[in-house]
């Protein structure tokens, strides 16, 4: 195993493929992918359904589909990549340390790191559900991996908490796949998860969506029995008098992903509080020198075509960032108004036409988005609806941040 | 007569009103942010189809990821899924390749999403 | 017949049939669940508490302190990780200050080392993250931290190593006195031993009357704990206690010797032995009580919720005792039984001793077992060098504790043999981390089902019903 490498890409999934290739057409030609799976393509292997590509590629494509085309130009390039592999450290000088069946225990110094480990979903003991802890609780991308790539069904009559996109999917795989999904229960007032996949993957199925309901309790000692269900209210604390009982022998739970950064901590990389992801600038790169973050690792994505999207960003500034290229120096700061939760990037650092994603935190209509810069308003765009499972993205003019360098640009929702 | 649809082409999720004549046969929508949506709604109100995404068992045992080449009757998909449940593929099959060639007698294949050799 | 049949694989049961598996006796230790440390065990504060709170005098105090001395040094035999990181028992007035110097006395009589009352600034120094209103503590350093299944399942090894017989899946439901001994009955199987040990937990007052022994009844005391993320392990270096009272030492904020942080527990009397679930309110008042005693414990950091019940005697001490010939209690070992495990398995030899047992020591018998963790305490030359024997080294299946797959296959062909996943959890972390076995569970059921013959779906949770497929969903078998 050689020692050094211009650039290391950690997660084989769609962001490390993508940053992968792309720093490949931008000229690096020492790259080496790590990935821990025995395939490169992450989570996507497992995500059968379609719905991806429509951006990225103008057709609809599953998931093993759209991963299949990204490992093809990865091996188009011959760009080195090892499966099976897992890091198990990274320093802030950029030392790699990983370990897999051929090599054992290997440390590997990169000019440039970049993170795409993806994000994980958030498990039980995090919902803090009260009841005993029975076989028969799974997140929903545990299910899936058990019904689409190891062919087993985790349960037949299920109930599913939390309605992001995977429980949607899930409902709808389990469904066709033999099982009855009884009920989605969703915390909020609102889904997170497409509209798209409410119609397709429930109201196809006559599968009831409860929205601000939760599951207060788990029944059953060896299996689940069943959960007790409640409205909650506007606080979302259950309301006792509207609990009820659903008898099923499985719960799947779908309340949200993590960015998985526990390496990037490692590196000393500052994280945002509210994505979970690294501090990143318009090139993705973090505090930490030659460190670059994508994809569900650096905040969570709707579509993957997005995430190939800012990995390729990434890809590119890393090339750069290689071959010692930089713009004009400038220090912009981007101020968010809590409607607007977060953006990616968190400060830009140069002068050019900038793409901000940003999420918004609860569910607005007939509302403006609007960038300001001091008390002048650069940006205003109308939006019929907003909502906290749809990324939204502007882009912040050259100009304006030229005006606005060693100040703040804010970020903000306004409602009539 | 009116319907309220939710496009499910495209990830936008566009909120349609259909108009319907007395025989609820479409007439026009609106809501819509691309064509697409509009021949969505008349399908929908017609004919619904829908995407199926599965798997099948390969003959060495392996789980080979499938979809339907275009979407189906909606109300095939069942039918759909109980072939599927029992259907073998070959090994050798890759992206695109046919493993059912009319799926529940709709005409439709049911085509590999993966490689086989690559699982 | 058996010399000597031990009723409860717990770390009571176990480190007994390992003290006892070290002379020429035969041993058999019975379980009814599907695997050891299911009890009490499984679930607790797993802290070794330094020997304060038992009364001057009684059983509980004597084997407290002297278990306290000894678990170094057990765990360090058994391969199991131990910290001595001190105890603190924090108090938020005058009133529990004075609590805190009657605590101070009975430990000093019991004969615990060390002990003192410190005021806030000096308490600061030795545990920096105490709660803001904390005024004053009992500080004792002997106070120590240990994993309660861990020990029991390395001794229970180490007891198998010596020749010891592990019965799972047996449920004692009949004891019949016999010439010279007793059978014991589990359905359709039998066991005679000479001596029978009643080890059972919250099930030893049922145990001691098939022999006819109601001098004593144990009820259940449900405690409910929350494990906070390892990244949360450092918010203190002490086990903190709040002043106690008389359901129990109350809520306790502890590192765990795996580092993460522990919050618990409650105390709840219930009359259902098997009721190990949680309660809303529970868990609220556990969270609420560990943010007095300690500040900076982050939210939202909780990565599993638990409940343990602890076994607690009717007599207020630890019932140690041989109600009729050959057949010995040990029961009622409510906390500090951890701490005092091993004691009472040299307490109980020594009985057994002076009741005619013959304790000859056994040749080629050890006190020792290789650590089940030795991989993941290695050097990176010595971790290469298991690895190019043994590519599956290499291997992570557990990305959040980083647990190979050659560390699962190790525990799954090791005794106590795991046949669960939360028992192949309980040995190696693998599900343990923060995604509580979301990426790594399909993959240890397909370890285990290969390893164990069985198919997939036939693999288990913790056994019995606690089925995690249902069937296939493709091909001739499906459902």
Redesign the interface.
């Known amino acids: 195993m050689k020692s050094t490498v211009d650039l290391l890409i950690i997660g084989g999934g769609p962001a490390g493929m993508s940053a992968a290739v792309a720093a490949y057409d931008a000229g690096v030609r020492d790259i080496l992918i790590l990935e821990r799976d025995a395939h490169l393509g992450g989570i996507l292997q497992q995500c059968i359904h379609g719905g991806f590509g429509l951006h990225r590629f103008g057709e609809e494509l599953t998931g093993p589909e759209y991963a299949g085309r990204y490992a093809a130009m990865v091996k188009e390039r011959e760009i080195p990549y090892l499966c099976n592999t897992m890091v198990m450290h990274l320093d802030e000088n950029r030392r790699v340390t990983a370990m897999n069946e051929e090599y054992g225990l290997f440390t590997i110094d990169a000019r440039a790191v970049i993170l795409a480990m993806g994000c994980r979903e958030r498990p039980k003991g995090a919902l803090g559900i009260a009841g005993t802890r029975p076989a028969g609780i799974f997140t929903a991308g545990t299910a899936q991996k058990y019904v689409n790539m190891k062919g087993y069904m985790p349960g037949r009559e299920v109930v599913i908490l939390g309605s992001g996109d995977i429980g949607l999917i899930m409902a709808r795989r389990m469904t066709l796949e033999g099982a009855t999904v009884k009920a989605v229960c969703e915390l909020l007032p609102y889904s997170g998860g497409l509209a798209r996949n409410i119609e397709q993957c429930l109201n196809d199925f006559d599968i009831p969506l409860y929205l601000s309901h939760t599951v207060t309790e788990i029944h059953g000692k060896e299996r689940v029995t069943g959960v007790t269900v409640a409205a909650v209210d506007e606080n979302r604390r259950p309301k006792s008098e509207t609990a009820r009982f659903i008898p099923c022998d499985t719960l799947l739970l779908s309340c949200g992903l993590i960015p998985e950064n526990e390496l990037t901590k490692e590196a000393g990389v500052p994280l945002d509080r509210v994505t979970g992801g690294a501090i990143v600038d318009q090139n993705r790169e973090t505090a930490v020198a030659g460190i670059f973050s994508c994809g569900n690792v650096l905040h969570v994505h709707d579509l993957v075509d997005y995430v190939s999207e800012e990995a390729a960003l990434a890809g590119n500034s890393a090339a750069r960032y290689l071959r010692g290229e930089s713009e004009k120096k400038i220090a912009v700061g981007l101020k968010t108004d809590g409607r607007v939760r977060y953006t990616v990037p968190t400060h830009v650092t140069e002068a050019k036409d900038v793409t901000v994603y940003f999420r918004v935190s609860d569910v607005f209509r007939d509302a403006r988005v609007e960038v300001r810069l001091g008390d002048e308003v650069l940006l205003s765009r109308k939006k019929l609806k907003l909502a906290p499972g749809e990324m939204e993205t502007v882009t912040l003019k050259k100009e304006w941040l030229d005006k606005a360098d060693g100040k703040e640009l804010s970020f903000a929702i306004v409602t009539a | 007569m009116t319907r309220n649809l ?8 566009c ?1 349609m009103t259909v108009l319907l004549d007395e025989n609820k046969k479409f007439l026009s929508a609106e809501g819509n942010a691309c064509p697409r949506g509009l021949s969505y709604a008349e399908s929908e109100c017609t004919a619904p189809v ?8 390969t003959e060495s045992g392996k ?1 080979l ?3 339907s080449a275009s979407p189906i009757p ?1 109300g095939k ?2 039918d759909a ?1 109980r072939e ?4 073998l593929a070959p090994d050798t099959l890759c ?1 695109g390749d046919v493993v059912l060639a009319d799926l529940a007698g709709t005409g439709v294949a049911l085509v590999a ?3 086989a050799a ?1 699982l | 017949m058996t010399d000597v049949l031990i009723i409860g694989a717990g770390v009571v049961g176990g480190l007994l049939a390992r003290e006892l598996s070290l002379y020429e006796l035969s041993v058999a230790l019975v379980e009814k669940e599907d695997d050891v440390a299911m009890g009490a065990t499984r679930a607790n504060s797993a802290i070794v508490h330094a020997g304060f709170d038992a009364k001057e005098g009684s059983l509980k105090a004597l084997l407290n302190v002297k278990g306290s001395e000894m678990m170094e040094q057990t765990a360090k035999e058994l391969g199991v990780p131990y910290k001595r990181n001190g105890s603190i028992v924090v108090g938020f007035s005058e009133e529990d200050r004075a609590h805190l110097e009657e605590l101070l006395a009975r430990g000093v009589k019991n004969g615990v080392k060390g002990l003192a009352i410190l005021d806030r600034e000096e308490l600061l120094k030795v545990e920096p993250g105490i709660g803001d209103t904390v005024t004053c503590a009992l500080y004792a350093p002997t106070g120590a931290i240990v994993c309660p299944y861990d020990l029991a399942i390395s001794a229970i090894g180490c007891a198998m190593d010596n020749g010891a017989e592990l019965y799972v899946d047996f449920p004692v439901e009949r004891i019949e006195a016999i010439d010279g001994g007793y059978r014991v009955y589990s359905g359709e199987r039998v066991l005679e031993a000479r001596t029978v040990i009643n080890c059972a937990g919250v099930y030893a007052d049922k145990i001691a009357a098939m022999v006819g022994d109601e001098s004593f009844t144990v009820f259940a005391r449900r405690g409910e704990y929350m494990l906070l993320d390892k990244e949360c392990g450092g918010v203190c270096r002490t086990t903190v206690f709040r002043t106690p009272t008389k359901m129990g030492k109350g809520i306790l904020v502890s590192p765990t010797v795996d580092g993460n942080l522990l919050l618990g527990p409650t105390a709840e009397n219930i009359d259902d032995k098997g009721d190990t679930k949680t309660t809303p309110a529970g868990l609220a008042s556990v969270a609420r009580s560990a943010n007095e005693q300690v500040k900076g414990i982050p939210g939202g950091k909780s990565i599993t919720s638990f409940a343990g019940l602890r076994a607690v005697g009717s007599t207020g001490d630890f019932i140690i005792n041989s109600p009729r010939a050959g057949f010995y209690n040990v029961a009622g070992i409510e906390s500090p039984g951890l701490s005092a495990s091993p004691a009472i398995a040299t307490y109980v030899a020594d009985m057994l001793r002076r009741d005619g047992v013959t304790l000859t020591p056994k040749a080629g018998a050890t006190r020792v077992r290789e650590s089940m963790h030795a991989f993941r305490h290695m050097t990176v030359e010595q971790k290469n060098e298991v690895i190019r024997r043994d590519p599956s080294y290499a291997k992570i299946v557990c990305r959040c504790e980083g647990v190979t797959e050659g560390e699962i296959l190790a525990a799954i062909r090791t005794n106590p043999r795991p046949r669960d996943l939360d028992g192949v959890k309980r040995r190696t972390r693998a599900q343990m981390g923060r995604c509580q076995g979301g990426f790594c569970s399909p993959t240890v059921v397909e370890l285990l089902a290969r390893e164990m013959g069985v198919p997939f779906e036939a693999v288990t949770k913790s056994g019995g019903g606690s089925y995690i497929n249902v069937g296939r969903t493709k091909g001739a078998d499906a459902q």
């Open positions: 939710t496009c499910i082409v495209c990830p936008r999720g909120e829908r995407s199926l995404a599965s798997t099948v068992l789980l990821p499938v979809k909606k998909l069942f899924m599927i449940r029992v259907a992206v999403t993966a490689n690559d």
